[in-house]
C-alpha cells in the first residue's frame, strides 16, 4: 500500500500516512492541531535500502 511521510508546517508532528488519511487531512487540516494543510506537506517515504 501506498504510504506518505506528513509534517504539519504548524505543529511539527510527523508521522506515516495512507492515501485515505492524507485525503481527510487534506479536507480537514492536521489531525492533531486542524491547520490547513497542501498536498506539499505529504512526501513518499524514502525507498529502504
Known amino acids: ?18 492515501p485515505s488519511m492524507r485525503e481527510a487531512a487534506l479536507t480537514s487540516g492536521c489531525p492533531v492541531c486542524a491547520r490547513s494543510v497542501t498536498g506539499s506537506h505529504f512526501v513518499p517515504p524514502a525507498p529502504s535500502a
Do not use: L
Not at 506528513?6 to 500516512?17: G, L
Open 1 to 18: 500500500m501506498e504510504r506518505y511521510e506528513f509534517t504539519c508546517p504548524d505543529c511539527r508532528r510527523s508521522f506515516t500516512v495512507t
